[in-house]
């Protein structure tokens, strides 16, 4: 391909787009309730180990394939080895792992149109159009279409702009005022009755935890969802890094990140869930645990919103701002996937190769919304438990064994002089050979039982 690519502007241009494409849904409603229903800080504890343990190492191996083949997953998987079998290899995993990144977003495009709806409602409210916040409160399939469609436009145009203009400048935008809202909202929580039950959930860990084989798993497999891994989105903002960068240190800026995002967003979930419990709202089920996944979304947090009166509109306001920008954010990690695929692979115009994918991707995800309780958790499942898992252990695989040691070290040695005398160096080649896949197929098996 003649044309230029994209690159990242700077390394916090880097780091911002990176880190919104970690932080969303995954982070502020999948960890905080995890962490709540396993253990409270024992599952924080080995969730850090396993972020860093595993989901590093593997991003790792991400970032450095992409910037070595300096294009998208296909073509980078392809084209790492001249033996026909390895290129054909390659090319099957980098297919797959399009189709994933393509399926992610399908399901993901759609819960980000839910968040917007409920982010509408409050401000419908505010603003006295009565009709409007019904409709958008109705789970009606025209609302969930049209939320979609909205948030499908939205990423298109994003991504439509390319790299530096459209990626980095709109993370750079919306990544602060996420901290903003987030940070407010924690503020706010502690101001109310619970709240410090909540903490205490969240921070006092059940240390009888630590040994179960499950809970090491689960943290695992939320770790690698997390960072994105396994679908090429990592691999191919790599490849939009400068080789003066340092790729090891970018790589543990970005686990440290979202980590940290993840850590900060229990502080604001666990406490509001006590904060609701003590105004009557329920927060158990039946037997016991957490109600947690969607209805603590759109129903636990919504009925402590409303007995808040006038400060729980804007409160409501807040929180659905905070996870539709968390969402998008990373729902523009995933539309690159394809899109850079059609561009060098196919010499398409990245605003025409950005609304033909973006299309696409509307349309299975409307057929998803009209099957909804036929598609919906299939495609999650397919995706997320199976597909990324597996994608993740080829990843490792090809950088470890693939690309050759040698290979590896010039690549990490044009943004670090030093990289061979470092600790990581020592490690890491040899870990994402043999540990790293281990240590994800054990998930992997784990998460089929
Ligand atoms: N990391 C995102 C989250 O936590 C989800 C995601 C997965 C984004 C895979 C891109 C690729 O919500």
């Given at each position: 391909m003649t044309t230029a690519r994209g690159q990242f502007s700077s390394k916090t241009g880097f780091i911002l787009a990176a880190v919104g494409s970690a932080v969303g849904l995954g982070n502020i409603w999948g960890f905080p309730t995890q962490a709540a229903s396993n253990g409270g800080a024992a599952f924080l504890l080995v969730y850090l180990a396993m972020a860093f343990v595993v989901a590093y190492p593997a991003l790792m191996a991400e970032l450095t394939l992409g910037r070595y083949a300096r294009a998208n997953v296909v073509t980078a998987l392809s084209r790492l080895s001249a033996q026909a079998p390895l290129k054909r290899t390659g090319l099957v995993a980098g297919v797959a792992a399009l189709g994933v990144a393509v399926l992610i977003l399908s399901f993901y495009a759609i819960v980000t149109g839910w968040m917007l709806a409920e982010f509408i409602t409050p401000a419908a409210q505010l603003l006295q159009f009565e009709a409007l916040a019904s409709w958008s409160r109705g789970q009606s399939f025209g609302r969930n279409a049209l939320m979609c469609g909205v948030i499908s436009v939205l990423t298109i145009l994003i991504i439509a702009r390319g790299v530096e203009q459209g990626i980095e400048a709109w993370s750079t935008r919306l990544m602060p005022t996420l901290i903003v809202i987030l940070l407010g909202l924690i503020v706010y929580v502690f101001t109310q009755d619970g709240a410090l039950d909540g903490l205490r959930a969240y921070l006092v860990p059940d240390l009888s935890r630590l040994s179960d084989p499950a809970l090491i798993l689960s943290a695992m497999g939320q770790a690698f969802f997390s960072l994105s891994l396994g679908v090429g989105v990592m691999l191919i903002y790599g490849s939009y890094l400068r080789d003066t960068d340092n790729l090891p240190r970018l790589g543990a800026a970005v686990t440290l990140l979202d980590t940290g995002f993840a850590f900060i967003a229990g502080l604001l979930i666990l406490p509001a869930i006590y904060v609701a419990q003590a105004q009557g709202?329920?927060?158990?089920n039946s037997e016991g645990a957490l109600i947690a996944g969607p209805d603590l979304i759109f129903q636990v947090l919504p009925a402590l919103f409303e007995r808040m009166g006038q400060a729980g509109i804007w409160l409501s306001l807040a929180f659905f701002a905070l996870m539709s920008i968390a969402a998008l954010t990373s729902a523009i990690s995933l539309l690159e996937v394809p899109v850079s695929v059609a561009v060098e692979r196919w010499g398409l115009r990245r605003p025409a190769a950005a609304a033909l994918s973006g299309g696409v991707i509307f349309v299975i995800s409307v057929s998803i919304i009209a099957q909804f309780e036929q598609l919906f958790s299939a495609v999650v499942t397919l995706t997320t438990v199976y597909a990324q898992p597996l994608l993740g252990v080829l990843l490792c695989l090809f950088a470890g064994w693939v690309l050759h040691r040698h290979q590896l070290l010039k690549e990490l040695r044009k943004g670090h002089p030093e990289i061979e005398s470092t600790l990581f160096w020592r490690i890491w080649p040899f870990y994402i050979r043999y540990i790293c896949p281990t240590l994800i197929m054990a998930a992997f098996v784990q998460s089929l039982r």
């Open positions: 709202i329920e927060v158990f």
